[in-house]
Structure formats: C-alpha cells, structure tokens
C-alpha cells in the first residue's frame, strides 16, 4: 500500500476499452453519481479505485468492479495533506447538504461543507498532479452543481463550496494544460441520489410543505425538463471527459440541469 492508502498502481485496467491502463479514482464512490461513474469507467476497461468513508459499500461495489476500495474520510484533510495519490483520472465527487437559513446556519455546518467540497478536492488535486505531469496524461473530472453557476436560497455553504470547485477547476485547468492534464466540471441539476432525496425532507420543514411539494414546486420549478437527473447520465458525461476525445477540452463547465441555467 502507498503512503495514501491505496495500494500501487495496475499495469492495466479492469476489461479491454479506450481506457485500459488508466487508475481512476472516485470519490463518495459508493453510491449515487460515484457509483455509477465508477461502474461506467470501469465498463470503459479502467481500474477503478472506489473512495468513500463508507468502507463496506466501497469493497462491495470495487469487488463487483475488479477494482479496491480506498476506505477514507476526507474530513479528515490532515491526512491529505501529504501523501502521493497515484491516479490518471480523479472523480472529485463527495459531497453533503445542509439546508437552513443564514441566520440559523451552524458555523461548524458551513466549515465542514468547505473542507469536504473545496478542501479536500484541492488537496487531492495536489496530490495527483505530479504524477499526471510525470505521464503526461491527466483528467480531473470535478462533479459540481448548477448550484455552482447559480444561487438558491437556504444553501449557503453547499452553493459557496460548489462556487470555489469551479474557480480551482479552472486554475488546474490553466496550471495542467501544457503537462497533459484537463479540469473540467460537470453541473447537474437535481440528481437521483440519496443526497437529493434527503433534501426533500429538509426543504419540506424549512418551507412548510409537503414533499411532493417540494419536488414540483422548488427543485424541478426552473428546470424546462420536469424529471430528476439519473447518475448514469451524469457518469456519461464524465466517461467521455475522462477519455482522449475530450484532450482539448478543460477549463469548462458542462450543465445538466434539464434547462434549469438557460433561464
């Protein structure tokens, strides 16, 4: 095992495809949009690396894979902050939502949305860049939000955070384009995963409704399209920015909001 937890690099991926050879690592790849990113690099022949505080989810899912299971909690940035992380796709994916008023947000609430969202992505970029620079080959895929090109209310940290991932997207962009290595984000409106389905109940106390009002009148109300995302159409996306295709794409942001930002 390295120094970062997971152990050294495959010679080749997980099945024959245009990206066998590639070590990709996912994080919150347990569930949700990290899962199925995971599954569908992984389909593409890449050895995927599955990175989630949720360590049994993580072993099922990198054992279903042909993959490993990197058990961390990225609160925990102090660990991050040395280690080489050995990667030539990084899926900076992990995330949580609060949703409460300014006035009542809880500070500590607000600093741990930053360390795991901003944070933590940063430093994992760090970490995976002079390795990329080494191989002349990178991509960092970060999975953003419309929220991070918009604002809504009771969202403070989760739109912040979201909103500082673009701006290092596009510096590691700018940084990593003369070594081989993209940044791009990809921002999708409201995505069928644990996350979103918990925010239901929340914005249904916040608000005073129920949540089927929440559903129709809040989270799908901008949005030309009124149905929620599904993770494999955002693990689509990422497949093809992580592939030789898309070398000349980096510094973007790619909206998939059902026409939410077209407003």
Request: with cysteine; aromatic share 4%.
């Amino acid at each position: 095992m390295g120094p970062d937890g997971v152990a050294a690099r495959p010679g080749t991926g997980g099945s024959a495809g245009p990206l066998e050879g590639r070590r990709a690592v996912i994080t919150g790849g347990a569930s949700g949009i990290g899962a199925a990113c995971a599954r569908a690099l992984a389909g593409l022949g890449a050895y995927v690396v599955v990175a989630d505080r949720d360590g049994d989810g993580a072993a099922a899912l990198a054992d279903e894979l042909g993959g490993e299971a990197w058990a961390v909690d990225l609160l925990d940035t102090t660990a991050l902050e040395e280690p080489a992380l050995e990667a030539d796709i990084l899926v900076n994916n992990a995330g949580i939502q609060v949703v409460s008023p300014i006035e009542d947000f809880g500070p500590a609430d607000f600093r741990r949305i930053q360390k795991l969202m901003v944070e933590a992505p940063f430093l994992l970029i760090r970490a995976a860049l002079p390795g990329m620079y080494e191989r002349g080959f990178g991509r960092i895929i970060n999975i953003s939000s419309v929220h991070g090109l918009r604002a809504s209310p009771y969202k403070s940290a989760y739109v912040t955070a979201k909103h500082g991932l673009e701006g290092l997207s596009k510096v590691t962009a700018l940084e990593g384009g003369a070594h081989g290595v993209t940044s791009n984000c990809v921002n999708p409106g409201y995505v069928r995963t644990p996350l979103v389905e918990n925010q239901l109940a929340d914005q249904a106390r916040v608000h005073g409704i129920t949540e089927e009002q929440v559903l129709s009148q809040i989270m799908l109300t901008e949005s030309a399209i009124k149905r929620l995302v599904e993770p494999a159409e955002v693990a689509s996306l990422v497949a093809w920015l992580a592939g030789d295709d898309a070398g000349m794409v980096t510094g973007s942001s790619y909206v998939m909001d059902g026409g939410w930002s077209a407003r």
